[in-house]
């Protein structure tokens, strides 16, 4: 049974940084293509960034391009998102998502994706 969790969310005044985890257990990370997700109250999911293992090629939304980088540690079985000069409207929950078999091209599709974890929570603020 594959499994992701998300830590290390918190409150960070406006033009702070913040590195979210999300973690895979029971199975390879190198087999999967991984994303990054947030939502909002009230919004829709949205696509943040996301990251092809073996190739690294990596994919970010407009609203976080140059602010936000997506890596991975392969031997901890972790992916990161480091996340800086944040803003306001980064304040969401943020959600790691797996493909065990990436389809080109659906990056940006939540419903192409087939594991989800429960969430971390951002909140920028001063």
Request: proline share 4%.
């Amino acid at each position: 049974q594959v499994s992701l969790a998300e830590s290390g969310g918190g409150l960070v005044p406006p033009g702070g940084s913040l590195r979210v985890s999300c973690s895979v257990s029971g199975h390879t990370l190198s087999d999967y293509f991984i994303g990054w997700w947030r939502q909002a109250p009230g919004k829709e999911r949205e696509f943040v960034a996301a990251i092809n293992i073996l190739g690294r090629t990596t994919y970010y939304a407009a609203s976080v391009k140059g602010r936000f980088t997506i890596s991975t540690d392969n031997a901890k079985n972790t992916v990161f998102l480091q996340m800086n000069n944040l803003k306001p409207e980064d304040t969401a929950g943020y959600y790691c998502a797996a493909q065990v078999s990436y389809r080109p091209g659906t990056y940006n599709m939540k419903d192409q994706y087939d594991y989800w974890g429960h969430g971390t929570q951002v909140s920028v603020s001063s």
